[in-house]
């Protein structure tokens, strides 16, 4: 399981198995594809697709993408397993809700330079809780 | 009670220092762009950070004038404790924001007694608004000008790339 934050290029990420990361990173990647086009597309469809929660991005055959964008155009996106049925879409919405709050509290840390990487341990803690609550 | 005083007083403080630190150096000519830029820069982190809160629980912006409406209303009313009260635009990137009792003139007059230490006073406000716009997605160039106080009005061009 991964998690990015992202403004086109990677701000965090974090997986549980590390010996997959690579793998994680180049999904992420392609993923962020998707995101950009379900964001323009946002502009011609329905008036109500303004949610920031962008749902199920795509099912490749190991992982399933889901993705969440931002106002301020950062981008979130969580990898899980297809073997792990047990996460519901309410739950990952929570998660990126509480992924988006504590972003937002590092971004008004006086210490944080937006575009940086992000370094801070409460963040780190945060992930770390709703990673080990997922698997 | 007096909470709204607060931000009004630290501000006032912000520019005081700011103007006395650079007048201990001696060229007085780059003195009042190197304060107008510091304030600016002041505004502009603020700005970043204050608009990241307020978006958390919006639903995203349809378009450019969407997101002006935004600004004049809800940042605005949060900072200031009221609304924009005229917005105006050439529908080509500039937008013309104009309050009619800026919260942070109101004290010094209500006229043209101190104009011209006004826009001392307007640069970390106009860095404000330029963060919390470039954190949005748009580059923008921000400039005051206050004729009348405690009157203002505020021009953002927004930069196309």
Same mark, same amino acid.
């Given at each position: 399981q991964?998690?990015?934050?992202?403004?086109n290029?990677?701000l965090?990420?974090?997986?549980?198995?590390?010996?997959?990361?690579?793998?994680?990173?180049? &999904?992420?990647?392609?993923?962020?594809?998707?995101?950009?086009?379900?964001?323009?597309?946002?502009?011609?469809?329905?008036?109500?697709?303004?949610?920031?929660?962008?749902?199920?991005?795509?099912?490749?055959?190991?992982?399933?993408?889901?993705?969440?964008?931002?106002?301020?155009?950062?981008?979130?996106?969580?990898?899980?397993?297809?073997?792990n049925?047990?996460?519901?879409?309410n739950?990952?919405?929570?998660?990126?809700?509480?992924?988006?709050?504590?972003? &937002?509290?590092?971004?008004?840390?006086?210490?944080?330079?937006?575009?940086?990487?992000?370094?801070?341990?409460?963040?780190?803690?945060?992930?770390? &809780?709703?990673?080990?609550?997922?698997? | 009670?007096?909470?709204?005083?607060?931000?009004?007083?630290?501000?006032?403080?912000?520019?005081?220092?700011?103007?006395?630190?650079?007048?201990?150096?001696?060229?007085?000519?780059?003195?009042?762009?190197?304060?107008?830029? &510091?304030?600016?820069?002041?505004?502009?982190?603020?700005?970043?950070?204050m608009?990241?809160?307020?978006?958390?629980?919006?639903?995203?912006?349809?378009?450019?004038?969407?997101?002006?409406?935004?600004?004049?209303?809800?940042?605005?009313?949060?900072?200031?404790?009221?609304?924009?009260?005229?917005?105006?635009?050439?529908?080509?990137?500039?937008?013309?924001?104009?309050?009619?009792?800026?919260?942070?003139?109101?004290?010094?007059?209500?006229?043209?007694?101190?104009?011209?230490?006004?826009?001392?006073?307007?640069?970390?406000?106009?860095?404000?608004?330029?963060?919390?716009?470039?954190?949005?997605?748009?580059?923008s160039?921000?400039?005051?000008?206050?004729?009348?106080?405690?009157?203002?009005?505020?021009?953002?061009?927004?930069?196309?790339?």
């Open positions: 991964s998690l990015c934050v992202h403004l290029y990677p965090y990420i974090r997986s549980v198995p590390t010996q997959g990361e690579l793998k994680f990173h180049y &999904t992420v990647h392609t993923s962020l594809d998707v995101v950009e086009e379900k964001i323009s597309g946002v502009g011609k469809a329905l008036a109500d697709q303004r949610e920031l929660y962008l749902g199920l991005l795509y099912p490749t055959e190991d992982y399933k993408v889901y993705g969440y964008v931002t106002n301020s155009k950062v981008k979130f996106v969580i990898v899980v397993d297809s073997s049925t047990s996460l519901r879409d739950e990952i919405r929570s998660m990126f809700r509480k992924l988006h709050n504590s972003f &937002t509290d590092v971004m008004c840390n006086p210490f944080y330079n937006p575009g940086d990487p992000i370094q801070s341990k409460a963040f780190d803690s945060i992930v770390s &809780t709703m990673m080990v609550q997922a698997c | 009670m007096a909470d709204d005083a607060l931000f009004e007083f630290l501000h006032m403080e912000i520019v005081a220092l700011v103007y006395k630190e650079q007048a201990t150096r001696e060229d007085i000519d780059k003195e009042r762009v190197t304060c107008v830029s &510091t304030l600016d820069a002041m505004g502009f982190r603020v700005g970043q950070g608009i990241e809160r307020f978006t958390k629980d919006c639903p995203t912006f349809k378009d450019d004038l969407d997101l002006m409406k935004f600004l004049c209303k809800d940042f605005w009313s949060t900072i200031f404790k009221k609304q924009i009260d005229n917005l105006r635009t050439n529908h080509q990137g500039t937008y013309v924001l104009q309050d009619n009792k800026f919260a942070l003139l109101t004290q010094f007059s209500s006229g043209k007694q101190y104009l011209e230490e006004a826009p001392k006073y307007l640069a970390f406000s106009c860095g404000l608004i330029r963060g919390a716009l470039s954190n949005l997605g748009l580059e160039v921000v400039t005051a000008e206050v004729s009348l106080m405690p009157s203002c009005k505020f021009q953002v061009v927004i930069q196309k790339l």
